[in-house]
């Protein structure tokens, strides 16, 4: 059963702190990707990985960035949290190639910013 | 600026009958275009498909059409189920590009 892990369910953090969330795949994906929800505006990406070690900027990659140093774990960090990234994040995986791409989501974590 | 749009945010239905969810796209090059199901405090799950090349898929219970000359997709749900009462997203994706695009939902209620 494919699985993609979401540290942690829910956060709460004051403006200014460093958020890590972490992500963990067990599919021996290629692709990891960061997405956050809001309401009216579905699902945006923030960053995506197609390997170890690379990233590509999605459509709102200002004020985060991402690490990727094994296949199976993509990092999403906050350096300085702001109250305007209060969201749900999602995380996702998918194999390389052409065709569908299907992405596995996480469960979502949750931030709230205060 | 938005290259997939929902412009319904919400749909009720009365069950047993059919749920329609529309999506528009602005860029004729995608190749691919997939549905996505997702349950609060769940992340969102793959529902159906359709390559660019096809304007009909079916399976089972929904079926997903494209309009290429509208850049245009609905999915349809016969007979629709309280169950289906959810957030649909569609997305897009081009065949050699890794990253997806998604619109904005539609939260279906399905009333017993």
């Known amino acids: 059963d494919v699985k993609v892990t979401q540290s942690s369910r829910y956060l709460v953090k004051r403006t200014g702190e460093k958020v890590f969330l972490e992500c963990v795949q067990d599919?021996?994906?290629?692709?990891m990707f960061w997405y956050r929800q809001d309401p009216g505006l579905g699902l945006r990406l923030i960053y995506f990985?197609?390997?170890?070690?690379?990233?590509e900027k999605g459509d709102i990659p200002e004020g985060y960035s991402v690490s990727r140093e094994k296949k199976e774990r993509f990092s999403l960090i906050l350096e300085s949290a702001s109250t305007n990234q209060t969201s749900m994040y999602l995380c996702?995986?998918?194999?390389?190639?052409?065709?569908?791409?299907?992405?596995?989501f996480g469960e979502g974590s949750r931030l709230t910013v205060l | 600026d938005q290259q997939v749009k929902q412009n319904s945010p919400s749909l009720s239905v009365q069950e047993g009958r059919i749920s329609i969810l529309n999506c528009d796209y602005t860029?004729?090059?995608?190749?691919?275009f997939l549905w996505y199901k997702k349950y609060p405090a769940e992340g969102p799950t793959f529902l159906i498909s359709?390559?660019?090349?096809?304007d009909k898929n079916e399976d089972g219970r929904f079926t997903v059409f494209l309009n290429k000359s509208a850049k245009h997709l609905s999915l349809h749900i016969v007979p629709s189920q309280p169950g289906d009462s959810a957030v649909y997203f569609c997305?897009?994706?081009?065949?050699?590009?890794?990253?997806?695009?998604f619109g904005a939902g539609t939260r279906l209620t399905v009333k017993p």
């Open positions: 860029n004729s090059m995608f190749d691919y």
């Open positions: 996702a995986s998918s194999r390389s190639g052409g065709g569908t791409g299907e992405l596995f």
């Open positions: 359709i390559s660019s090349i096809k």
């Open positions: 990985s197609y390997d170890v070690k690379m990233k």
């Open positions: 997305a897009v994706k081009r065949n050699l590009n890794n990253d997806m695009r």
């Open positions: 599919m021996d994906h290629e692709n």
